[in-house]
């Protein structure tokens, strides 16, 4: 195994960052296929070969990179999946999440999740070639652009390419407490829509149906039904409602992303968001259900590739706990197919998706050094 003498942390954090500069909110297309410029740029470097994916829907391109160790050998491999696009509005580099060092924190937009493992597996593999060593399987790098929406344009593109492989790798951060990830709780999105009937605000107020009263008695029951205990949240994430401030409301929508850490208790949050509709009021309840993050639970597949990277870990000296995670990730697919998937393996930090967002500095050769480690030794 590569020793911490391979790894420079302050180069590899320069290398992050170049990457966090460029600000790619998932629907900022142009910003998040410059990412995909960079990511291709990144393959290259280290002799991998690369294909280019055009976009789907107005999302951005997906990239792969495939690189082939010394054997020769083109047997089933390992994917290592990454997403570039980000939650962080555009300027936010500049005002509410400006890129800045304090002591052993880094902070910028998406530089936990998670441009910072996406940068860090691509150096893992760059410091093995660069030690003289080699994958004892193909590596076949996965850049997407959607993630943090759901995945709806490259799921089934992450599907098929990873039915090819014997072992995903996902680079998404570390959890907060420690762990690596070993399954991932369902997601399931909707939007609520509320319909009124339309008067004027400010003479005949009273002849209305506001559909932004009714949904706001609707928000509160929403987010009432979250039960910590047993692992289910629903959190409402937007609304958006009317046309005129002198015209009573006559559509409200909502959107909302629930969590459920198994198909029973996803079932029962589906029920309880479906007995929603109806008529209330004069105001029309519409609930329909949308993208979907399956179950993915610890598998026997996943738990032996889990078991053979704390060997490492432990070599290394890294504790190296794991657990089954809420917050979606592209690793929910390939495990609930039954393919070995390891995720959380990118950067420790903390705040992913707050203005406090940042990478801890002291994590990057401990986890650089561990990738690497899995991408030479699994076979």
Known sequence: MLTEDHFDAEEILERILEWVRVESPTHHT????????????????????TERLPGVDGYGDVVTGRVLPKSGSNASG???????????????????LKIRRDG?????????DMKGGARLGLEAMR???????????????????????GTPSARERIEEEAKRHQYILVLEPLRSWGDVVTGRHAIQRFFVRTHGSPSH???SKA??????????????????????????????????GGTFVNVVAIMCEAQVLCVAPSDELLEEICAKMRALEGEEDGVRIEVEKTLTRPVAEPHEKTMQLY?????????????????????????????????????????????????????????????????????????
Not at 30 to 49: P, Q, R, S, T
């Open 127 to 149: 410091a093995l070639l660069r030690a003289g060593g080699s994958p004892k399987l193909p590596v076949t790098f996965m850049f997407t652009p959607d993630e943090e929406i």
């Open 201 to 203: 605000a400010g003479l």
């Open 104 to 112: 052993d924190k880094v902070y910028g937009p998406g530089i936990l």
């Open 78 to 96: 390992i994917l290592v999946l990454s997403h570039l696009d980000t939650v962080h509005e555009l300027g936010s580099n500049e005002s509410v």
């Open 207 to 240: 002849q209305g149906r506001s559909a932004i009263t009714k949904m706001a008695e609707i928000v509160g029951r929403i987010e009432a039904m979250t039960d910590y205990d047993r692992g289910t949240t629903y959190s409402v994430g937007t609304l958006r």
């Open 307 to 379: 078991d053979f990277a704390k060997g490492l870990a432990d070599e290394i000296g890294i504790t190296f706990g794991h657990c089954q995670s809420g917050g979606g990730s592209d690793g929910n697919f390939t495990g609930a197919l039954g393919l070995a998937t390891l995720d959380g393996l990118g950067v420790a930090g903390g705040g992913a998706h707050t203005f406090g967002e940042h990478v801890l500095v002291s994590s990057l050769v401990p986890r650089c050094r561990l990738f690497a480690g899995l991408l030479e030794h699994l076979e």
């Open 30 to 49: 142009v910003g998040v296929n410059v990412m995909m410029d960079l990511a291709e740029a990144g393959l290259k470097e280290i002799g991998a070969a």
